[in-house]
């Protein structure tokens, strides 16, 4: 059993910067690509980030891209999302997820253990 545990949210002017954490418990979890995804008011689940196992892969959506960066801790079991650059539609619940495999993708199906989730709100 893997549980994750999301942290960092919260309420930032925008333009401003937050930085989310997700701590796994497992001792497994350098095996395992991690992602993140997130759900706005009103839309469904969409992918954030994704990472593979030893880092060395790396996956953003377009909506991101350049503001925002994935990366993960295997000796503290801890995957990151550091956002900066943020804007008003990037408020929502962000979600990070252990994927199945050492390597990863942007499709949910891919993914068989998730966080609560952490709220992030940017004010205009």
């Known amino acids: 059993q893997v549980q994750l545990v999301e942290s960092g949210g919260g309420l930032v002017q925008a333009g401003g910067s937050l930085r989310l954490s997700c701590a796994a418990s497992?001792?497994?979890?350098?095996?395992?690509?991690m992602g993140w995804f997130r759900q706005a008011p009103g839309k469904e689940r969409e992918f954030v980030a994704a990472?593979?196992?030893?880092?060395?892969?790396?996956y953003y959506a377009d909506s991101v891209k350049g503001r925002f960066t994935i990366s993960r801790d295997n000796a503290k079991n801890t995957v990151y999302l550091q956002m900066n650059s943020l804007k008003p539609e990037d408020t929502a619940v962000y979600y990070c997820?252990?994927?199945?495999?050492?390597?990863?993708?942007?499709?949910?199906?891919?993914?068989?253990?998730w966080g609560q989730g952490t709220q992030a709100t940017v004010s205009s």
């Open positions: 990472i593979s196992w030893s880092g060395g892969t790396i």
């Open positions: 497992g001792r497994m979890f350098s095996m395992y690509g």
């Open positions: 997820a252990k994927a199945r495999r050492a390597v990863v993708g942007n499709n949910e199906s891919e993914y068989d253990y």
